[in-house]
């Protein structure tokens, strides 16, 4: 079965740091490209990072770019969001998502409806 679980979420102050991870099992990240998003309350669910099955390429949101920093790990088959200088507009309930690519390229995707497959997501609220 295959299945992504996100871990590190939490309470953290207004310029702090945190790092999410996520898991997956039942399949290998290696031909997947990898995304983290995120929804708040009464919004959209919104496109926060990307990464390319290559790793060589990342895309970033406006709002969080300079700030934040997606990586993946493919013999852990792991990918990370680390987050620095959090802010309170950061609070939402983060989620990883993995597209099925096939072969090692250099593509983004920005857009929750390009995903295959989804986390449970984890709570992250900056609050002082």
């Known amino acids: 079965q295959l299945q992504l679980v996100e871990s590190g979420g939490g309470l953290v102050q207004p310029g702090g740091s945190l790092r999410l991870s996520c898991a997956a099992s039942?399949?290998?990240?290696?031909?997947?490209?990898l995304g983290w998003f995120r929804q708040a309350p009464g919004q959209e669910r919104e496109g926060v990072a990307a990464?390319?099955?290559?790793?060589?390429?990342?895309d970033y949101a406006g709002s969080v770019k300079g700030r934040f920093t997606i990586s993946r790990d493919n013999a852990k088959n792991m990918v990370y969001l680390q987050m620095n200088s959090l802010e309170p507009e950061d609070t939402a309930v983060y989620y990883c998502?993995?597209?099925?690519?096939?072969?090692?390229?250099?593509?983004?995707?920005?857009?929750?409806?390009?995903?295959?497959?989804w986390g449970q997501g984890t709570q992250v609220t900056v609050s002082s």
């Open positions: 039942g399949f290998t990240l290696d031909d997947y490209a």
């Open positions: 990464i390319s099955t290559s790793g060589e390429t990342t």
């Open positions: 998502a993995a597209i099925a690519v096939g072969f090692i390229d250099y593509a983004l995707y920005m857009k929750a409806d390009e995903y295959d497959y």
